[in-house]
């Protein structure tokens, strides 16, 4: 019975022990999983300072060391409480920000908690007794598995990005695009300097992906010179911005001329005989004296301005027609008045080049391509043109033409040259004269051409005539042949019809001469005849006329010479019919009476004439006629 009692207690006694072995451990005892950490509150204890939040000493409240993975002993229960909390992951490609909730006060001159070494605030302990600062941190978490004390920080990731007015886009480690370049904005830093536009550069902050060491080496907050290039980079959103331009592209044909507004203090390397412009060396405030090569730059245009230089032969036209470089967009053609008072205008075509050493040069003096050519080339061509054309008339200047365009040529050749440009033709195109003095020398150009027309017209009449004459005399040519043998036969014939004719002419002659001895002694005996007969009736005759003269000669002694005379006319003029006494005679008188008697005469023989009927008579040719009334 005693050994029954003894066994009783004996197990009472182990269960008791059990039991207090197992209320100690399960009160003292806390275990943590591999992929959790235990947050440790201890219930009461000394209170902690004022302002923090996290003991480090055994104050009551949160504690700054985390319980790792595993069995923790003498925690009791009634003095502590721990919190399983989860490791903090953060994804591939990805960032965490971190906002500390104790520690000392961030300056004013800074928005962000300086960097401190603290294992990637794993260890709150360090952070606090190394200076960490509360509030935003400039330092963040890659991508990978932390355990953090989630009573002294808070990780914004992707999954709560949200509540922290974080973009889940700013989280992503940042790609910089391949032909791209990031013009980066620094959120922290000191201030710039006055007169400064950007940020001056500073090493060794790993292109911003390391904040604490931009800012210990004096980077500044605000636009920054330095630019990010092409690739991934793990950048805080709360203390860089960044904005991606393409990158400057200087084409084949090109340089381009850097215009710096940050850099190093200003340094003329252009020289003395440079006057017009400054140069300066790469990296300083001003025009660089290098220029830009073709190819792609990664330039920052938010503080350097590109001016793009062309190498090649630039064409400019005063014309209504604009080339692909634009640079003559405000070219019209040129309106030029000549020294006989016409106005008319030309198009003008302008060719420069432009060295590539002489290309900065050019954009320290005008600052542009587009001023050079609004301030210089505009004024220079057109101006000379206006004194050019009015030297000369309208016709000089259009007649002359090339003289005109030589002398362009060298006037401008020699004024671009003090601008570095080289000059290299000067070509005037179309000119529109006045209408009305080109409608005259075009009616007088038709009238020469017309003229010119007509005689080459004339000129291939006659020669086509000629050719007609010769292809005739050439289609003829077979009866030229045929004729020349008829000529050589006809004479032929014609020698043998001589002969023949001489010989019928030889008997034609004697028996001619036959017949005219013949005839000779006819003819001389009919003269002989002839001459008896004329004799004769000539004996006749002088006979006749012995006997008038001496009737002459008697009647001329009867009567006298007058009245002979007067009877001989009387009588011929009796056997001719003309009278010797007139129809009306009419006597002088002073009361005139003559004249009315002679009128009245007349009147009275004309109704005389009148009553009696026409006597014909017949004249000399024997053809009968009416005498008419004499007056």
């Not at 399960?26 to 204890?45: M, P, R, Y």
Request: hydrophobic share 40%; net charge negative; glycine share 10%.
């Amino acid at each position: 019975m005693t050994s029954l009692i003894t066994e009783h207690w004996v197990l009472a006694s182990l269960l008791a022990t059990g039991a207090l072995a197992f209320f100690v451990i399960f009160a003292g005892t806390w275990i943590i999983a591999e992929d959790e950490s235990g947050l440790v509150i201890k219930k009461f204890g000394t209170a902690l300072p004022a302002g923090r939040l996290i003991a480090l000493n055994g104050e009551a409240g949160y504690q700054a060391d985390l319980l790792p993975p595993g069995w923790h002993f003498g925690l009791w229960r009634w003095k502590y409480r721990v919190e399983r909390v989860p490791m903090i992951s953060v994804r591939p490609g990805e960032i965490a920000l971190v906002v500390a909730a104790d520690g000392a006060a961030i300056p004013s001159e800074r928005i962000l908690g300086h960097e401190v070494d603290c294992d990637d605030f794993q260890n709150a302990r360090a952070y606090l007794e190394n200076g960490g600062e509360k509030g935003r941190q400039l330092a963040f978490l890659t991508a990978g598995a932390y355990r953090i004390n989630p009573a002294l920080f808070q990780i914004v990731t992707t999954d709560n990005a949200d509540g922290f007015g974080v973009k889940e886009s700013d989280l992503s480690v940042y790609a910089v695009q391949p032909d791209r370049v990031g013009i980066v904005t620094v959120l922290d830093g000191k201030p710039i300097p006055t007169g400064d536009l950007a940020g001056h550069p500073v090493v060794g902050h790993d292109s911003f992906q390391r904040g604490q060491a931009f800012i210990d080496a004096g980077g500044c907050r605000g636009l920054q010179e330095q630019v990010l290039l092409s690739g991934s980079w793990n950048l805080n959103p709360w203390f860089v911005r960044v904005e991606q331009i393409p990158m400057t592209e200087v084409p084949i044909g090109s340089v381009g001329v850097v215009v710096s507004y940050v850099g190093k203090e200003h340094l003329d390397v252009s020289g003395d005989d440079f006057t017009h412009g400054d140069l300066v060396e790469r990296g300083r405030k001003g025009v660089w004296i290098e220029a830009l090569l073709p190819g792609k730059h990664p330039i920052n245009n938010k503080v350097m301005k590109v001016e793009l230089v062309p190498t090649t032969n630039i064409v400019l036209n005063w014309a209504s027609r604009v080339e692909q470089h634009k640079y003559d967009e405000k070219l019209a053609p040129i309106t030029v008045r000549s020294r006989d008072g016409f106005s008319f205008t030309l198009d003008v075509s302008q060719i420069i080049h432009i060295g590539m050493k002489q290309a900065p040069r050019v954009i320290s003096r005008v600052g542009s391509m587009q001023n050079l050519v609004d301030h210089v080339l505009q004024p220079t061509v057109a101006n000379y043109f206006r004194n050019s054309a009015q030297q000369v008339t309208v016709l000089e200047f259009l007649s002359a033409r090339s003289d005109r365009q030589r002398e362009a040529y060298d006037a401008i050749k020699a004024a671009l040259s003090a601008y570095d440009v080289e000059c290299i033709d000067t070509l005037i195109g179309d000119i529109q004269p006045p209408a009305e003095l080109m409608k005259t020398q075009t009616d007088r150009k038709i009238a020469e051409e017309l003229q010119r027309t007509y005689d080459v017209q004339r000129e291939a009449q006659m020669k086509r005539q000629q050719l007609e004459r010769e292809t005739s005399v050439a289609n003829m040519q077979s009866e030229v042949v045929r004729s020349e043998q008829m000529v050589a036969i006809s004479q032929k014939n014609a020698l043998a019809v001589a002969e023949t004719a001489k010989g019928e002419a030889s008997r034609v002659r004697m028996a001619a001469d036959a017949e005219a001895h013949a005839m000779r002694q006819r003819a001389e005996a009919n003269a002989a005849g002839t001459k008896l007969q004329g004799g004769a009736e000539a004996e006749a005759t002088k006979v006749i006329g012995l006997a008038k003269a001496e009737a002459y000669r008697e009647g001329v002694q009867a009567m006298g010479g007058e009245q002979y005379v007067a009877v001989q006319l009387a009588t011929i003029l009796g056997q001719h019919g003309v009278k010797l006494v007139p129809d009306i005679a009419v006597s002088g008188g002073e009361s005139g009476g003559g004249l009315a008697n002679a009128m009245v005469a007349k009147l009275l023989r004309g109704e005389f004439a009148a009553s009696q009927p026409a006597k014909p008579k017949t004249n000399g040719t024997g053809v009968s006629a009416v005498q008419k009334p004499a007056v």
